[in-house]
T-cell receptor
Framework: DAKTTQPPSMDCAEGRAANLPCNHS???????VYWYRQIHSQGPQYIIH???NNETNEMASLIITEDRKSSTLILPHATLRDTAVYYC????????????FGSGTRLSIRP | GAGVSQTPSNKVTEKGKYVELRCDPI?????LYWYRQSLGQGPEFLIY????????DSGLPNDRFFAVRPEGSVSTLKIQRTERGDSAVYLC??????????????FGPGTRLTVL
């Protein structure tokens, strides 16, 4: 699985867009980029995934660079409830397999 | 629909005792995963099942840890002769496990195990 690198912490003002970067320069062609988040005392929550095209759902947008070596998760209008640890993960396509979690980015939303 | 559920939510035991942790996956999900998370760290993979069989148990730390999924649905993680270092949150996840599609895992709330 690809090793990912994320900043240990970030903060963002409530109502603004939160942009969380992830470097995955060793990602292989058959690996998706997944994002999960973990709110305090809860299990990880799936946010979004993508292979090479940008993706958007009701929670967030995922922008993947053309060379697939990095990506950015965008929370368009951050709220206090978005305070969590965000994990960027490289995971093989089309197979049930383990997730290797790194340390993630601790995102704090300030009022 | 119902998500992944885990019981108990909290378990306190004494060193040397045996414990069982239960996971009920999302109905119809063929893949089931166990992870554990120590304070301040990301979840660490333990084992995963595809149906009834353990497809990857490379994360089990030693032979005191064992997991079963006899009917391909509910799973039980069993820990023998518990040690204080086993204290952690044990997370279960399930996924559709469908070949040819991206495999998204859905996590339960976890069981917090404390070994005194």
């Amino acid at each position: 699985d690809a090793k990912t690198t994320q900043p240990p912490s970030m903060d963002c003002a409530e109502g603004r867009a939160a942009n969380l970067p992830c470097n995955h320069s060793t990602i292989s062609g058959n690996e998706y980029v997944y994002w999960y988040r973990q709110i305090h005392s809860q299990g990880p929550q799936y946010i979004i995934h993508g292979l090479k095209n940008n993706e958007t759902n009701e929670m967030a947008s995922l922008i993947i660079t053309e060379d697939r070596k990095s990506s950015t998760l965008i929370l368009p209008h951050a709220t206090l409830r978005d305070t969590a640890v965000y994990y960027c993960i490289g995971k093989p396509y089309s197979s049930a397999s383990k997730i290797i979690f790194g340390s993630g980015t601790r995102l704090s939303i300030r009022p | 629909g119902a998500g992944v559920s885990q019981t108990p939510s909290n378990k306190v035991t004494e060193k040397g005792k045996y414990v069982e942790l239960r996971c009920d996956p999302i109905s119809g999900h063929t893949a089931l995963y166990w992870y554990r998370q120590s304070l301040g760290q990301g979840p660490e993979f333990l084992i995963y099942f595809q149906g009834t069989g353990a497809a990857d148990d490379s994360g089990l730390p030693n032979d005191r840890f064992f997991a079963v999924r006899p009917e391909g649905s509910v799973s039980t993680l069993k820990i023998q002769r518990t040690e204080r270092g086993d204290s952690a949150v044990y997370l279960c996840a399930s996924s559709p496990g469908t070949s040819g599609r991206a495999d998204t895992q859905y996590f339960g709330p976890g069981t917090r195990l404390t070994v005194l």
